[in-house]
């Protein structure tokens, strides 16, 4: 029916979306650098954690299975964050550092075992991390 349900809001503007598996959750970053999370059910954040390390996020995923999410920024850096009982960890786990410029795009594979990570802004600015050893190729 195209009808709007309800809105949710957030500090400065988004840039990356992305529902949970569940589908219970949507995340969303914006230019300030902090990762938010709504509850679709209750319609409203949970949870605001700041993306440590990030000027300003560009790019959001979430795995298959809902237990990592990853955050890409301005200067081309990718932060992992664990996912406990529906709620995103303070700190992430680990930064993968292997672009220079933005990143404009986030996909984790259907078994949440690769993370392919690229820019739009430099030629073959493409990345693919192995997320058990998080080797970047």
Same mark, same amino acid.
């Given at each position: 029916?195209?009808?709007?349900?309800?809105?949710?809001?957030?500090?400065?503007?988004?840039?990356?979306?992305?529902?949970? &598996?569940?589908?219970? /959750?949507? /995340?969303?970053?914006?230019?300030?650098?902090?990762? /938010?999370?709504?509850?679709?059910?209750?319609?409203?954040?949970?949870?605001?954690?700041?993306?440590?390390?990030?000027?300003?996020? !560009?790019?959001?995923?979430?795995? *298959? #299975?809902?237990?990592?999410? *990853?955050?890409?920024?301005?200067?081309?850096?990718?932060?992992?964050?664990?996912?406990?009982?529906?709620?995103?960890?303070?700190? &992430?786990?680990? !930064?993968?550092?292997?672009?220079? !410029?933005?990143?404009?795009?986030?996909?984790?594979? &259907?078994?949440?075992?690769?993370?392919?990570?690229?820019?739009?802004?430099?030629? #073959?600015?493409?990345?693919?991390?192995?997320? &058990? !050893? /998080?080797?970047?190729?």
């Amino acid at each position: 029916t195209r009808k709007l349900l309800f809105d949710v809001k957030m500090n400065g503007s988004c840039r990356g979306a992305a529902f949970s &598996p569940c589908e219970n /959750y949507m /995340y969303g970053v914006g230019d300030q650098a902090e990762i /938010y999370q709504f509850d679709l059910r209750m319609r409203k954040c949970v949870s605001r954690v700041g993306d440590l390390g990030q000027c300003s996020s !560009t790019s959001l995923a979430v795995s *298959a #299975n809902g237990a990592l999410i *990853a955050t890409g920024g301005k200067m081309g850096t990718v932060n992992l964050f664990k996912v406990n009982d529906n709620l995103i960890e303070e700190k &992430p786990f680990k !930064t993968l550092m292997n672009l220079t !410029t933005s990143v404009t795009d986030l996909a984790f594979n &259907p078994t949440s075992e690769v993370l392919s990570f690229s820019s739009k802004w430099k030629k #073959n600015a493409f990345r693919l991390a192995h997320i &058990p !050893t /998080y080797t970047v190729f």
